[in-house]
């Protein structure tokens, strides 16, 4: 933004609020307008949309505390000032006192923390079938001193299956414009993980860089599978027999054929057993699948199978497998 709209605008009107506003009821106001005047809720309408620009403007400087009293100080000098051209008398005039300013910020050309989390709020629908997307307000992009304003970030956000997740695969979305673009989802993408395009988001409006595009991802859950960092899980459902004599069996794995898994005799519920490298495979990395052993009870016995059980539980070892609990318990 130019230091001359700073003296023509005054962002403590435009928001509602008091020059000695805190920073926290500053957030809420704003979030309160937001709601009020965002696109998405008034589709259509140009002067909701114009106001909507207007407070997140404000917003955008009032909520940085550098920039908020750089504000407040050139606002200080009067909303009648006008910059002065060199050599018109008088010294360097208000050109010295910005380039002062600039100096001392550096010249940001990100936007305001916090916008894309925010914009994202409005968007809690994540999208319809595989591959569906939707497009949030833009964020970020205000002047730096000294530099082209940057274009300001479009978000937006996709949900993909668990399986398009874990192993990656290129997508398409609908732009703003209705134009489709492509999307790279790498391998091993979470849920709630942002995805950055560079220089695909809102041009810039005096030839500086041109904003991004962040696509939020939502990662519908597996039936069977669940992840645990790199490695995914599972339970396996096993019998009373072949928990306690032991057995070779068969288990599931992630989009590929099954896996034989050896369960040792006496294998209690609960025991994890590993196959190694049969995880989420990433670049940086592949984890593993552990298959949890759930022991199961039948729930239907016939007579021959309940006499059976009957005679095993006279032969079965005599100890209490809570003695040792109880006595912890103590």
């Keep these: 933004m130019a230091s001359q709209d700073w003296f023509d605008k005054d962002f403590y009107k435009v928001l509602g609020v ?3 506003v805190s920073a ?20 259509g309408d140009a002067k909701a949309e114009a106001k909507f620009k207007e407070i997140s403007e404000a917003y955008s400087v009032l909520n940085d505390p550098e920039q908020r009293e750089e504000y407040d100080q050139i606002r200080a000098m009067g909303s009648g000032a006008r910059f002065s051209a060199p ?3 008088g010294g360097g ?7 002062r300013f600039g100096q001392q910020r550096g010249g940001s050309t990100s936007g305001p923390a916090g916008f894309e989390d925010f914009f994202s709020m409005f968007d809690q629908q994540g999208g319809g079938g595989f591959g569906s997307g939707r497009f949030g307000q833009t964020t970020g992009g205000y002047r730096g001193f000294g530099g082209p304003q940057r274009g300001a970030d479009v978000t937006a956000r996709t949900t993909i299956d668990f399986v398009t997740a874990a192993k990656g695969e290129t997508i398409t979305l609908q732009g703003e414009d209705n134009t489709p673009f492509k999307v790279k989802i790498p391998a091993g993408v979470s849920d709630g993980q942002k995805i950055r395009l560079r220089g695909r988001g809102r041009p810039s409006p005096d030839g500086g860089e041109s904003g991004d595009i962040v696509v939020t991802v939502a990662v519908r859950p597996h039936p069977v599978f669940t992840r645990d960092g790199l490695n995914l899980r599972l339970t396996v459902p096993v019998t009373f027999t072949e928990a306690a004599l032991g057995a070779t069996i068969e288990v599931p794995t992630l989009g590929g054929d099954p896996v034989r898994l050896r369960v040792a005799p006496g294998t209690p519920s609960g025991r994890v057993l590993r196959v190694k ?6 670049a940086k990395g592949t984890g593993d699948l552990l298959a949890e052993v759930q022991v199961a009870v039948p729930a239907h016995l016939d007579d021959a199978a309940r006499e059976a059980l009957e ?7 005599k100890e209490n497998p809570r003695a040792d609990l109880m006595a912890k318990a103590r």
């Design 18 to 20: 008091d020059k000695s």
């Design 24 to 43: 926290a009821d500053l957030k809420k106001t704003y979030r309160k307008l937001a709601r009020q005047y965002h696109p998405d809720s008034n589709p």
């Design 87 to 89: 050599g018109a008398g």
């Design 93 to 99: 005039g208000f050109d010295d006192v910005f380039s």
């Design 277 to 282: 490298g049969r995880g989420i495979q990433t």
């Design 311 to 317: 005679r095993f539980h006279e032969l079965e070892p």
